[in-house]
């Protein structure tokens, strides 16, 4: 079945530091695939997405490349902020439905 | 764009009423809503699938007749809770969609922390 797998948090990084979030999926097809981050008591907000193999997401100084030869969607930055302190989501919408396929979520928090 | 509105944001409530929670999209018109629950520390939990002017689709082991979905127009949808009980006690998140093909992202309300007493 089509499923999300997230690395397990949380990460906790100084500021300035490099961010790799790993992000792997299986599904039939050709899924969409997304990265969300949701805020202390907030709803998900959309962080970057991709749509084909080898298409690049980027939004805010975060990225992430769709590799279907190793199915995975890692989220990255250059340079964390303390205001990148969140829970960030991978999720893929797969053929057929607009249903989402979320991973288990990873708690980011980033010291001064 | 693409704004979605959860209200309310916050409910507290006695053991064995219900709850009406209510998910707009402010500025685009959604062809399909969903409902999610998340608890603490953990991923969305889907519930339900809500398209305008239908009955809602429920994932397994959601009890239909505890969360009705209603979907009247293509800009509200509202989840009721019934007879909640302490249980129910959960962050509801609804999401929008707008597109007619899988690349189109759902746009997320910002939730409903709910508390039954």
């Known amino acids: 079945g089509n499923s999300v797998t997230q690395m397990e948090g949380p990460v906790t990084l100084s500021e300035e530091a490099f961010l790799t979030i790993n992000c792997t999926y299986t599904a039939t097809g050709y899924p969409s695939l997304f990265w969300y981050v949701q805020y202390p008591g907030e709803g998900l907000q959309l962080l970057l997405k991709a749509t084909k193999a080898d298409d690049k997401g980027s939004n805010k100084g975060f990225e992430a490349t769709y590799r279907k030869e190793t199915t995975s969607f890692h989220l990255e930055k250059g340079s964390v902020q303390v205001s990148d302190s969140a829970v960030y989501f991978c999720?893929?919408?797969?053929?057929?439905?607009?249903?989402?396929?979320f991973g288990t979520g990873t708690r980011l928090k980033v010291l001064a | 764009g693409a704004v979605v509105s959860q209200h309310p944001s916050w409910v507290i409530c006695k053991s064995g009423t219900s709850v009406k929670i209510e998910c707009r999209s402010l500025d685009f018109q959604a062809t399909t809503m969903f409902w999610y629950r998340q608890f603490p520390k953990q991923s969305l939990m889907l519930m339900a699938t809500s398209n305008e002017g239908s009955k809602a689709t429920y994932e397994q082991g959601v009890e239909k007749d505890k969360f009705l979905i209603n979907h009247a127009s293509l800009t509200l949808s509202t989840l009721t809770v019934t007879s909640a009980h302490p249980e129910d006690s959960s962050f509801y998140i609804c999401?929008?969609?707008?597109?007619?093909?899988?690349?189109?992202?759902?746009?997320f309300g910002d939730g409903t922390r709910l508390s039954i007493l």
């Open positions: 999720a893929l919408s797969y053929s057929g439905t607009y249903k989402y396929i």
């Open positions: 999401s929008a969609y707008s597109g007619t093909a899988d690349h189109q992202p759902q746009h």
